[in-house]
C-alpha cells in the first residue's frame, strides 16, 4: 500500500513577518553600530569613502582625549571635548535629582487623587494633564524671567524645577492608576493594624505600583537627560551645562571631529541604556500596565 508524501508548506506569513522585523531592527540598530564603530576609527577611516564598517586599527585614543585633549582637539567646538566629562556629570546630577524629587511629590498626590474624592479633583487631574500640551518654546521666556530674578540661572535648581513641570503631571497619572487597582480590604486592614496614612502608603500601595514607580522614574531621567532648550538657555558654563549642549558644540563651521562626535555620543548614550537594562523587567511590567489602565 502506497503512502502519498504530505506537502509541506512554507509559513509565508510568519517568515514575511520575521524579515520585515529583521529590517526595522537593523534601521534602528545600524545608526547605533555606526557612532560605536566610529568612536574607536581614525579621523581618516571614518570620513574614507566607501565607508568603513568595521575600524580597521581599532584605538582608543578617542575616549582618551576627553582627560587630556591635545592642543587642537581642545579647540574642538569651544572646548566642547574639555567639557564633556563635566557635562556628563551635570546630567547624572539633574537627571538623578529630577527622578527622585518627581517621585517624592508625585507619590502623595496620586494617593490623594486615587483615594480622596474633594471637590474640583477631576478638573485639577485634567488641568496638570493640559499643561503637557503647551509646547516648551511658548514658555521658556517666561520660565527663563523667572529663574534669573530668583538667581537660579546656570544652576542645577534652575534645570531640575523646569524638567519638574515636564515630568510630574504624567507620573501622577500613572501613579494614581496603579494606587486605585490596590483592594480596599489591604487599606482596611492596614488601619486595623493601626497604620497611619504614611506606613499604608509605604507598606501597602507602594510595593503593588513598583512597576510604575520604575516607569515614572526612567521617564523623568530621560525626560532630563535628553532635554536641550531649557539646558540651552538657562546654563553658560561648565559648571551647569548638560551633555546634550556639549554635543552641539562638536559641530562648528572652522572645523568638525567626527569621531570625537561619535566617542562623545557613546558616552552620551551608555547611563540611559544600562539604567534601562537594569530596570527591564519591571519597566516593561509598568508600560504594559500603563497601556491598559483606565
Not at 478638573?123 to 529663574?147: D, E, F, H, K, Q
Not at 561619535?262 to 541604556?273: D, N, T, Y
Amino acid at each position: 500500500m502506497s503512502t502519498v508524501p504530505l506537502r509541506y508548506r512554507l509559513p509565508w506569513k510568519k517568515i514575511v513577518v520575521y524579515a520585515l522585523a529583521a529590517c526595522f531592527a537593523l534601521y534602528l540598530l545600524m545608526p547605533f553600530y555606526w557612532i560605536f564603530a566610529m568612536s574607536f576609527m581614525h579621523e581618516v577611516d571614518a570620513i574614507a569613502v566607501p565607508p568603513q564598517w568595521i575600524p580597521a586599527k581599532p584605538t582608543f585614543e578617542n575616549y582618551l582625549s576627553f582627560l587630556k585633549p591635545n592642543a587642537g582637539e581642545a579647540l574642538v567646538g569651544g572646548r566642547a571635548i574639555e567639557e564633556t566629562p563635566f557635562a556628563l556629570g551635570n546630567s547624572l546630577v539633574v537627571a538623578i535629582s529630577t527622578a527622585v524629587l518627581n517621585l517624592v511629590l508625585a507619590v502623595p498626590a496620586a494617593y490623594a487623587f486615587s483615594r480622596l474624592k474633594f471637590r474640583g479633583g477631576k478638573l485639577l487631574l485634567i488641568g496638570y494633564l493640559l499643561t503637557r500640551m503647551v509646547p516648551s518654546v511658548a514658555i521658556i521666556i517666561p520660565v527663563y524671567l523667572m529663574m534669573r530674578s530668583l538667581g537660579l540661572l546656570d544652576t542645577y535648581g534652575a534645570l531640575i524645577l523646569s524638567y519638574l513641570t515636564f515630568s510630574l503631571p504624567v507620573t501622577i497619572w500613572v501613579l494614581k492608576d496603579f494606587f486605585r487597582a490596590v483592594p480596599r480590604e489591604l487599606e482596611d486592614a492596614a488601619r486595623v493594624d493601626r497604620c497611619g496614612w504614611f506606613r499604608t502608603l509605604w507598606t501597602v500601595f507602594l510595593p503593588v505600583a513598583a512597576p510604575g514607580l520604575v516607569a515614572a522614574a526612567v521617564f523623568s531621567f530621560m525626560t532630563a537627560w535628553n532635554e536641550f532648550m531649557f539646558a540651552l538657555f538657562m546654563t553658560s558654563t561648565k559648571a551647569a551645562k548638560t551633555m546634550p549642549v556639549v554635543a552641539a558644540n562638536f559641530a562648528t563651521d572652522l572645523n568638525t571631529q567626527f569621531t570625537l562626535m561619535a566617542a562623545a555620543g557613546v558616552l552620551a548614550v551608555l547611563p540611559p541604556l544600562i539604567l534601562v537594562l537594569i530596570f527591564q523587567r519591571l519597566l516593561v511590567q509598568g508600560m504594559a500596565a500603563g497601556s491598559v489602565k483606565g
